[in-house]
């Protein structure tokens, strides 16, 4: 089993950054790939962001692309994604996820963190 717990959600202005972490224990070799995704009220749960654990191949959605970075540390067990840039869009939960294959779709991740609020005011 693999848990996940992410941390380093707030509340910041328009503009601003945020560097949220999602710190995994358990048998963490059994996801190869770790994605952030984010829900916003209302709004079904999508994907923001994709690593690979191995070799750090990231992969972005569109709409974060160039503002959000995601990074790991393999002695800490710990995947970060640093936002930059922030819009009121951005509000919405964060959650990180583990998973073998190389996707972006939910289904794809057997492991999830509980959240981390992000709110971006004007």
């Known amino acids: 089993q693999v848990q996940l717990v992410e941390s380093g959600g707030g509340l910041v202005q328009a503009g601003g950054s945020l560097r949220l972490s999602c710190a995994a224990s358990g048998h963490t070799f059994s996801s190869l790939t770790m994605g952030w995704f984010r829900q916003a009220p209302g709004k079904e749960r999508e994907f923001v962001g994709r690593?690979?654990?191995?070799?750090?191949?990231?992969q972005y959605a569109e709409s974060v692309k160039g503002r959000f970075i995601i990074s790991r540390d393999n002695a800490k067990n710990t995947v970060y994604l640093q936002m930059n840039s922030l819009k009121r869009e951005d509000t919405a939960v964060y959650y990180c996820a583990g998973g073998t294959g190389w996707t972006a779709q939910l289904r794809g991740y057997d492991h999830w963190g509980q959240g981390t609020q992000v709110t971006v005011s004007s």
């Open positions: 690593i690979r654990w191995t070799t750090g191949t990231t």
